[in-house]
């Protein structure tokens, strides 16, 4: 068993640089899509993506699955690139097809269609469903009403007045028995309106050959819906999204408007977290078990523990969260940031390549780039560690129960060591010897009665 997904086309009607079928939804390739759900029916070296319209870039997309590819050079229709594929195929005994522009289906309704293929020793079944609106689709023509049996397929631009009424439309989705279809697929023509090959117009050749061709209806329409459009994208972004949300909310997680919430297919939440109105949740992220991810707050890759509280308006890319963590409000989490077990990232507060200890705390104003903050450190408000010396990036070593008094700017490569102070409004340029005081600012000076002769000066005058 062999699956040819067609991903060749351009995607004329998104009018985009980027090929169709790399277009996303739910946070992910539309091809990619189509390929997991292949990929739970037969193992990914019996599954082919016909590429050509931008072919390495789709490729290199998809390559880490593990499939394999046929290049058709000249996209010269669906049935074109069953033929260019023929090579390939003449090893198996069955082949299902799918569209690389058909994200929502099922590993389920592949399983059905193949069994269904297989129950009724067909040559070609097609997958169909009725749409309320079959617009743009091609038609199933049955034999009659009652029966499995399939005349042939007629594409929108072909139909007749009395054919556009049907409701039952090719969903696009067919299993073969590759024999037949290799025996028979030489005699496809280009006579038709957009001078391409059909496969489609396979179901009449098959039929006029006696060979059995029937139609597996699907309820599901929704599995079927290609995305040929930028509004059929966002219908079936939004479909996705909000099946998501059902799916997380099926396994125990609280979502309290999952129609403002965008979380993407791949992210995991644990039971017990809560998201709050405006969620955005992308890539590979994963949340623990009794988190609290507040209104607003956008995380990208990210990797966070049991029973962390993200407070409003935080951006998180690629950070990692140890446990009982509290993030913002407004905080940004900048790649490399790993936020130890309970401890406190607070209000504008901006980290990169920070490592923060277990009980950390800084919960004001503060940049943290190339850092490493040991355990139990608190650093004050309006901290900054100046990495960058306008070439090279340094490393700002803060060791375990150091205090950094607000306003200090530590000027890196500099270490301060273990339980040391260092006094507000302080540029450290140098090393801090463990449990001293660093002062490293101006003497205050102090004019008694200064300001009343002011006064006493300006009234005189
Ligand atoms: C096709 C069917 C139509 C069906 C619909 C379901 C044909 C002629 N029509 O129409 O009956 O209702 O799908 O969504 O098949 N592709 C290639 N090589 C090519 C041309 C296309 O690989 O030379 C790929 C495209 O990238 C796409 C898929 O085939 O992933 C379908 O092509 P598309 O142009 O979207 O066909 P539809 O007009 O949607
Ligand atoms: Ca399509």
């Not at 069953?82 to 309704?109: E, K, N, W």
């Not at 309290?256 to 791949?266: E, G, K, L, R």
């Not at 994963?286 to 509280?309: E, M, N, Q």
Request: aromatic fraction near 4%; charged fraction near 20%; include cysteine.
């Amino acid at each position: 068993m062999a699956v040819a997904i067609l991903a060749a086309g351009k995607g004329t009607r998104l009018k985009s640089q980027l090929p169709k079928v790399l277009h996303e939804v739910g946070g992910k390739a539309l091809l990619a899509h189509v390929i997991a759900a292949a990929a739970q029916v037969v193992p990914p070296e019996d599954i082919y993506a016909i590429v050509g319209h931008q072919a390495d870039r789709v490729r290199s997309a998809v390559a880490a699955t593990g499939i394999r590819f046929v290049l058709q050079s000249e996209q010269q229709g669906t049935g074109h690139a069953l033929i260019v594929a023929g090579d390939v195929l003449g090893a198996y005994d069955h082949v299902i097809v799918l569209s690389g522009d058909a994200p929502q289906i099922t590993p389920q309704t592949i399983a059905r269609l193949l069994n269904f293929h297989l129950d009724h020793r067909a040559a070609m079944t097609l997958l169909s469903a009725d749409l309320e609106h079959p617009e743009g689709y091609g038609r199933v023509l049955r034999k009659n009403p009652r029966g499995p049996e399939v005349k042939g397929i007629v594409e929108e631009k072909s139909a007749s007045p009395a054919q556009k009424k049907i409701h039952e439309i090719n969903a696009g989705f067919y299993a073969f028995a590759v024999p037949q279809l290799l025996a028979h697929i030489q005699k496809l023509s280009t006579a038709n309106p957009h001078g391409e090959y059909y496969l489609t117009d396979m179901a009449a050749l098959l039929g006029k050959a006696r060979l059995r061709v029937v139609a597996c209806k699907t309820e599901n329409s929704a599995q079927v819906l290609g995305a040929n459009t930028r509004a059929e994208l966002a219908v079936i972004d939004s479909q996705m999204r909000l099946r998501k949300c059902q799916q997380l909310m099926e396994e125990g997680v609280t979502i309290f408007y999952p129609a403002t919430c965008v979380i993407d297919s791949d992210v995991q939440i644990a039971t017990d977290t809560v998201i709050e109105p405006y969620v955005q949740v992308f890539g590979g992220s994963r949340i623990g078990t009794g988190c609290r991810i507040r209104s607003y707050s956008i995380i990208r890759d990210a990797d966070i523990g049991d029973g962390v509280l993200i407070r409003p308006g935080c951006i998180l890319d690629e950070a990692r969260i140890g446990p009982n963590a509290v993030i913002g409000p407004y905080s940004h989490l900048r790649p490399g940031s790993q936020i130890g077990e309970g401890a406190h990232v607070g209000n504008f507060v901006e980290t990169k390549k920070l490592k923060l200890g277990k009980g950390s705390k800084a919960n004001h104003l503060t940049y943290l780039g190339d850092a490493e903050v040991g355990a139990d450190v608190n650093i004050g408000a309006g901290t900054i560690t100046c990495n960058y010396d306008g070439v090279h990036k340094h490393t700002t070593v803060i060791e375990d129960g150091v205090f950094i008094g607000s306003d200090s700017t530590l000027v890196a490569p500099v270490r301060v060591r273990r339980g040391a102070y260092v006094a507000a409004a302080s540029c450290i340029t140098e090393d801090v010897p463990e449990d001293a005081l660093a002062l490293g600012r101006a003497r205050q000076i102090t004019k008694p009665g200064w300001a009343r002769e002011k006064r006493a000066k300006r009234k005189s005058t």
